[in-house]
Structures are given as structure tokens and as C-alpha cells.
């Protein structure tokens, strides 16, 4: 199985949630999707809580006031992929079309 590696920078934005959630609810086989994110966040935000233990997430936390910027953040997410066959660079409010991820 050919596998696509999600990145996600999210700067305190709470769309990241629905945005994730479209993602998988229109992608064609959501089996195939591994996603690294890099929350820049508000230490008491804990919309991403529900995906910190799940197997196709790698989250890196990160205190907004410590965030260097989107290059810096999409760097950092660079640095969890693990060979996957595809990248897609997304922002945190992006929303899909129905089998997006077919080859």
C-alpha cells in the first residue's frame, strides 16, 4: 500500500479539527493516510487531544510563543516523515473533494 504523508502546520487555529476530519471522511482508502502536524498552541487547547495516540499521527507540541513561523513549523514536521510514497502540504483550514487522495 502506497501511503500519503499529511502535513499540517496549525498555529493556535481550532480548524485543524474539522479539517483532519474531512481529510479522512473524503479520501477514497483513509487507510493510506499518515499525518504530521505541528501545533502551535495555547497550553489549555486540547482540540488535538484525541489524536495524540493514534497510530497515523505524529503531533509535535509546541507553545505558540515558542512557533519561529511557518517555514519553521513545516521544517519540523519534515523531520517526522518516515518514506511514505506521497507528501501533501496542507494548511490547518483546508477542506477536500471526494476521493482526493486516488492515484
Given amino acids: 500500500m502506497k501511503?500519503?504523508?499529511?502535513?499540517?502546520?496549525?498555529?493556535?487555529?481550532?480548524?485543524?479539527?474539522p479539517t483532519i476530519q474531512d481529510c479522512i471522511a473524503k479520501a477514497d482508502n483513509p487507510k493510506r493516510l499518515r499525518f504530521g502536524i505541528c501545533w502551535q498552541k495555547d497550553p489549555n487547547d486540547t482540540c488535538l487531544a484525541e489524536y495524540q495516540n493514534k497510530d497515523s499521527f505524529k503531533i509535535l507540541n509546541f507553545h505558540y510563543r515558542e512557533s519561529r513561523g511557518v517555514c519553521w513549523a513545516r521544517h519540523m514536521i519534515q523531520k517526522l516523515y518516515d518514506g511514505e510514497e506521497y507528501i501533501l502540504q496542507i494548511d490547518s483550514h483546508h477542506r477536500f473533494v471526494k476521493n482526493w487522495d486516488r492515484v
Fill in 3 to 17: 501511503y500519503i504523508f499529511v502535513q499540517i502546520a496549525c498555529y493556535k487555529d481550532k480548524e485543524v479539527v
